[in-house]
């Protein structure tokens, strides 16, 4: 169905929603409407006229769906909207002029400058695309449609950037401002096997920039998520909830830069971290504390501190960055090359060794390599000489560094290597069938960059290989 | 009973343990090894020869104990030592020469330097007092003794420190090494009502600079903790677990001065950052996250992180700081200083402003004045020119300030008032009728800087007096 007109056509009878972006959470946002639980919607999706926008609209509507879905619910609702035929996508903006519903979930980027070391020397938010992506709503949408913004922003946004867009819009069409409502809800999608339920059935906090608006985004919110079990909380403002996301998102990142700092320290002097992680997480209070790693990767995590940090210097008068956060930022985005260093230590010789990465995405199960900490520790190596390869169950692509993957472990296990490195945590990697395959290698060197060995394997592996684990004081 | 020799004489059949320093944790714990669960002692609590020192040995074997205590069961043991005739206080450092187990209690404090505005410009750890108090065991000590150091120490201390003080001191006395034990487990003591519960039943953590001393540490903690509902953890050596304790504190103090770095920027943004958390909370991830406040007192909390950060640039090699847990302690040391100048902008009259602070001890519920948050607050008012009366019902005498506090609530509160500052999360200072009497007062200011007040009281205070809250955004 490529025709915008008789799609309209034949959902006459529902309630328009458009979602803007068609990424990782607007995709999948767009099946959840699709699909609503408690409503009937025709679902219009959107995303900018590039090359790639155009493929995916033109997938999306051919039947192909834009992302590798590890979440079977994914295929199970696509093909739900198929058959229904409530789901169309699109690279045109005046589709807005028939939405009742606005959903932008478009990307806010962050332009960080790190020194080769991983520290960051600058970083700055740039409003300028997120700013077009809100006029062309306002330049065509209804006087009276509720506008969600789902995408993490900098707090104060929807009130000094949004609101003001919007409302310049609609004086030069000559509409009123009393009808439209604008509202903010951040969304806590997970990629990964829930895919779905952290959308559906997963807690909402939500917030309008009057009562009004406020009142529509909760109606609106009732009808796609489970809120008999997962009740929503309305805040107080839309700074309120837009501080919400990126205090949760920073708060994540300072416990994860907390224990990479603490891991380094744990190296020098010989303590494996992992039994003290272990011991201090039988108080309830320290329960969250989390293992050593290699750092943090993601779209949310590597950033959103900063969004907030940015905020109060530049959207919310003109204070101090928020220090305690930026720092969190700073020192995760240092871990990799940690890794890399700990690594040389044990093998002087690097530039011609050969080394196999087992997984480059930024988290176990899960194929989005988006910012994921494995990037750099693939480029120190591959800058030093070394021979990489890398596989990855979930990544057949590796989009940032245009490589293809072999899907096939054991292709990669049979070539002749030096080095191990265990850079995600897939469930396959820790498999003791994957175990008993590396065990078999003739004599290599083993690096744990994420703990995820057990003690049993280690033990085992140790018997005729070298094992190394970052955290454990194997220095 | 005042002779060690009648003493020695009354308890000839049990092992005997010596408790060295009887602050905080060592008068407590001695009180735990005399009414050890699983053990039959003679315990000698042993203090320094200051006047000090003097006051509270003598007071013990006079009956009467150094703390007040909030936790019945510190009486009731007392009492029953005393029946036992089992516990004898001293100054005197020979009684080291008679015992089976010497428990290290001392402080080992910091030297901060800190800005008028509570910046923290400087810090550093002097041992020599530890130092001395190691000595005073290793010129007198068993040959055979087990000495568990209970202190918080910088990582290193006990294979850097201490065993080499014991060591040479055992040279000098022409005795053995092989037969001393030497082992670390970190107390977790909480003053408070559960104070014996903090000891006796609870997790802990031990190690030993030889497996021989962890095996005695392990059998000894066995007779006086309930181990069978709290099962001890075994550290891989004396580092990880002098590591445990100050990694356990950093962390805390980072989770609660990213909330203050963060309750500035929710004032800046009108938010109300108690909403916010509630509705993060929901995330079993983030169920930890605390409250704003007026910052972070007590003896660990303020000092923890820098003995950690101290460690790691001097006693471990020569390192970097640990950043992101030095930010934490300057952050909280700087909260009251936020405290005071929110009050400022609400009062710009403070020099002539009559103000009651309620609460001059760290925590709710518990006397314990060390480095509380509301002395800084204090000294803020009082060198600003306000007239500052006191309260605390668990604060007789406030040693710092050196101020006698009159109890009666009433006699405060019947004065002419300006301002009331709720300061410390005592559970009277929430009670209705705490609330009705202030209600009744001629309008004021209240100033709630610990979020104390339920949002129903407050609605009600608000009818007649001014309220603000540190972190609703009430800026």
């Known amino acids: 169905m490529n025709d915008l007109k008789s799609f309209l056509q034949n959902n006459s009878s529902k309630k328009v929603i458009a979602v803007q972006g068609l990424g990782f959470v607007g995709s999948v946002m767009s099946l959840v409407c699709a699909n609503a639980i408690n409503g009937n919607y025709a679902v ?3 995303d900018v006229p590039t090359k790639r926008g155009k493929k995916i609209t033109d997938d999306l509507n051919n039947g192909i769906f834009p992302l590798v879905a590890e979440d079977p619910k994914i295929d199970q609702l696509f093909k739900k909207s198929i058959a229904k035929e409530n789901f169309f996508a699109t690279t045109e903006t005046d589709v807005y002029k028939v939405a009742d519903v606005v959903i932008i979930d478009v990307n806010l980027d962050i332009d960080k400058e790190n020194h080769a070391s991983g520290e960051l020397i600058n970083y700055n938010v740039d409003l300028a695309l997120f700013k077009k992506a809100i006029s062309s709503i306002g330049q065509n949408c209804k006087e009276d449609a509720l506008i969600i913004i789902e995408t993490t922003i900098p707090p104060g946004t929807c009130v000094e950037v949004v609101k003001p867009i919007i409302h310049n819009c609609l004086k030069e069409r000559n509409l009123p401002l ?4 604008i509202g903010h809800s951040y969304e806590r999608v997970m990629p990964g096997p829930n895919y779905i339920d952290s959308i559906q059935n997963f807690y909402r906090v939500y917030s309008g920039i009057d009562e009004k608006s406020a009142n529509a985004v909760e109606l609106f919110l009732h009808t796609i998520i489970r809120t008999d079990e997962y009740p929503l909380t309305r805040l107080g403002n839309t700074n309120a909830t837009e501080m919400a996301k990126v205090l949760e998102n920073s708060y994540r990142a300072m ?19 992992y039994e003290v992680v272990d011991a201090i997480r039988l108080r309830p209070t320290h329960a969250n504390l989390m293992y050593p790693g290699i750092g943090v990767g993601g779209y949310c995590l590597t950033k959103d501190a900063l969004l907030a940090s940015w ?41 011609d060794a050969k080394i196999l990465l087992l997984g480059v995405s930024y988290r176990g199960d899960v194929g989005d390599t988006r910012y994921s900490p494995v990037e750099m520790l693939f480029n120190y190596l591959v800058e030093t000489g070394s021979t990489v390869s890398c596989h990855d169950p979930y990544v057949k692509y590796w989009d940032e560094q245009s490589l293809n993957i072999d899907q096939d472990l054991s292709t990669h296990l049979n070539q ?26 003739e004599p290599l060197l083993i690096f744990d ?3 995820h060995l057990s003690n049993k394997q280690i033990n085992r592996l140790k018997k005729k290989h070298t094992v190394k684990v970052l955290g454990r004081g194997d220095i």
């Open 44 to 46: 219009i999706g959107v």
């Open 178 to 181: 009393d009808k439209i409502k």
């Open 255 to 273: 416990n994860i830069a907390f224990m990479v700092e603490w891991s380094r320290f744990a190296e020098e002097a010989c303590v494996d971290l």
């Open 311 to 351: 905020a109060r210097q530049n959207l919310i008068g003109e204070n101090e960055p928020l220090n305690q956060s930026e720092i969190a930022i700073n020192i995760n985005d240092q871990m990799p090359r940690f890794a890399f260093e700990f690594l040389q230590k044990h093998c002087p010789n690097l530039k």
């Open 416 to 441: 002749s290597l030096d080095i191990i490195i265990l850079s995600t945590g897939h469930s396959i990697y820790k498999q003791d069938k994957t175990v008993d395959k590396i065990y078999n290698l």
């Open 449 to 451: 960059t994420i703990g």
